[in-house]
């Protein structure tokens, strides 16, 4: 008897689920690939439809996939009012390069913002897996923002590369390098262009000189790293007038570089950490001294 009640309680769960995934506002071909992700990334099969909190996605419809054993692990997905998917919001891993591929399907999708795409720790899934390099599926997609980090490489930064619509990048702590942005030279569209390397010599003055190539730019990151006037800043003069914003958050940069860029480009806006900032975490600054100026590593010593 006991079998049996066990039996019923199961054929009816698989019912329920199977009733709430037929009710999810997504387009029956984008669920399909939607379901793809949460399947090969082990989310839950009974997502939350119009999900409270973190992400807020502006977009009409919001279903959210995440794992029950670790709830950090989550997709967000918005939808259009047809359901179409246009965005793709979570915590990783969620986007390997089998991922990128499927989401090509997709033909509304603008927007991917995925933190920690990383294979976890002893989970014996090779980070190339999630290089990036499935991105290069997206070449003739509507993409046109793109957030993503840590397994990303030089390989993913290539791919990215392709996308003529792409205009906002944010590559996170990644494996990419001054030779994979290099990549980027005389991109057409992209606006907004923000790097963070964890205070390692991955991302430096080289990848100015690439953004100084970008014709509509007007937002720069150059987070997390040691950034100078001299073979960085100046390449930037020929967007005065057009250059909005930069943002230095957590970086080294000596004050007269600093009042250099600003002499260049009147009402900029500059975003900056004191020394103290970027001292507070000491694998940052451990990283920053092993590479940066003489002169660079005495300031950041007498005034953290």
């Not at 984008?30 to 949460?38: M, T």
């Not at 089998?98 to 980070?127: C, F, M, Q, T």
């Not at 494996?175 to 991955?202: R, Y």
Request: hydrophobic share 40%.
């Amino acid at each position: 008897m006991n079998a049996i009640k066990t039996i019923l309680v199961l054929l009816l769960f698989v019912h329920v689920t199977g009733l709430q995934a037929a009710k999810l506002p997504i387009h029956p071909d984008d669920l399909k690939i939607i379901k793809q992700i949460v399947a090969h990334e082990k989310l839950d099969a009974a997502p939350e439809v119009s999900p409270k909190g973190w992400p807020k996605l502006d977009a009409p419809i919001t279903v959210r996939f995440k794992q029950k054993d670790f709830l950090r692990h989550a997709l967000t997905v918005g939808c259009d009012k047809d359901g179409r998917v246009t965005q793709l919001v979570g915590n990783g891993p969620l986007l390997g390069n089998d991922a990128l591929g499927w989401i090509a399907g997709l033909p509304e999708l603008y927007k991917i913002r995925i933190d920690h795409n990383i294979p976890k720790p002893k989970s014996g899934v090779l980070h190339e897996l999630y290089d990036g390099s499935g991105f290069a599926a997206l070449k003739n997609s509507k993409l046109t923002e793109v957030k993503i980090g840590h397994a990303f490489n030089d390989n993913g930064m290539k791919a990215l590369a392709h996308i003529a619509s792409l205009k906002v990048i944010n590559i996170g702590h990644s494996k990419v390098t001054n030779t994979g942005i290099a990549a980027l030279a005389n991109h057409p569209n992209i606006v907004d262009a923000s790097f963070s390397p964890m205070g390692s010599p991955k991302v430096t003055n080289k990848t100015l000189v690439t953004l100084s190539t970008l014709p509509k730019l007007q937002h720069i990151g150059m987070v997390e790293t040691f950034v100078t006037y001299k073979d960085g800043f100046e390449h930037l003069k020929k967007f005065k007038g057009q250059l909005k914003s930069v943002n230095l958050r957590q970086s080294l940069v000596l004050p007269a570089d600093l009042e250099k860029l600003k002499e260049d480009h009147p009402g900029l806006e500059v975003t900056t950490s004191t020394m103290k900032e970027v001292a507070a975490k000491p694998y940052r600054r451990n990283q920053l001294l092993k590479w940066v100026s003489k002169e660079a590593a005495e300031y950041l010593k007498a005034n953290e």
